[in-house]
């Protein structure tokens, strides 16, 4: 089960983050960032997820730099409040939390980025930015607006077509201005598709996203 653990980054700051422990040897280290709700118990099942199928997962409460456990409602209060949180952070302070979590999967293993929706976004940045062997980004919410940035890792993308936020067209620049990204869609599934604590979740392309990320994770780090 995901436990609570306190990280610190480079530049002194303490967080809270949900860690999740394989069994056995780790296949890797994957970092896991929420979405605009926070550190939710969701991101805590998907740590859990994550090391059923072998990986050392980390999880950073990002918000812990504006107000210390605060998680929000899934509700258009909510999802307003948890915008205003992100927009208080910037990229130096989010890279930062980013970085020590990788470093805290351990050493010796490859390294994932991954992400949901507002998360999904900065997965999209960290991507670039850091060293990472992966990236399995869910729904990214603002790829689009950040088209020009430039992943120097192989990713995978899950998008619903009934994506609210990012609609068919954005998916489809999103592929034409990166042809080497695996973008994957999922017929009728909406925003947020994969977390069961939400309206929109999909039980069948929740499936399939998890699916086709481990195929695509056994494919690029040779597993």
């Not at 209060?77 to 979590?101: H, M, P, R, T």
């Not at 994957?184 to 086709?212: I, L, T």
Request: proline content about 4%; charged content about 20%.
């Amino acid at each position: 089960m995901a436990q609570k653990v306190e990280i610190t980054a480079a530049d002194g700051h303490a967080f809270e983050a949900w860690r999740s422990d394989p069994a056995g040897a780790a296949k890797g280290g994957v970092v896991v960032l929420h979405a605009i709700y926070g550190l939710t118990s969701h991101i805590g099942d998907v740590c859990d997820k994550w090391a059923g199928d072998g990986y050392v997962a980390i999880a950073p409460a990002l918000y812990d730099r504006i107000e210390r456990g605060v998680v929000f409602n899934y509700d258009a209060e909510g999802g307003e409040a948890g915008i205003a949180q992100y927009d208080k952070l910037s990229k130096q302070q989010i890279l930062a939390d980013v970085a020590a979590c990788s470093a805290a999967t351990g050493e010796g293993i490859p390294k994932i980025i991954s992400g949901f929706c507002t998360g999904g976004t900065w997965s999209w940045i960290s991507s670039a930015e850091l060293p990472f062997d992966a990236q399995v980004n869910f729904y990214g919410s603002h790829v689009v607006q950040n088209i020009n940035v430039k992943p120097k890792c192989p990713t995978i993308m899950h998008y619903g077509d009934s994506d609210h936020i990012v609609d068919v067209p954005g998916i489809e620049q999103i592929k034409a201005a990166h042809p080497g990204v695996d973008v994957q869609v999922y017929a009728g599934a909406g925003h947020a598709f994969f977390n069961p604590e939400q309206s929109r979740y999909s039980a069948e392309s929740s499936s399939k996203a998890w699916k086709n990320s481990m195929a695509f994770l056994d494919r690029v780090l040779g597993g």
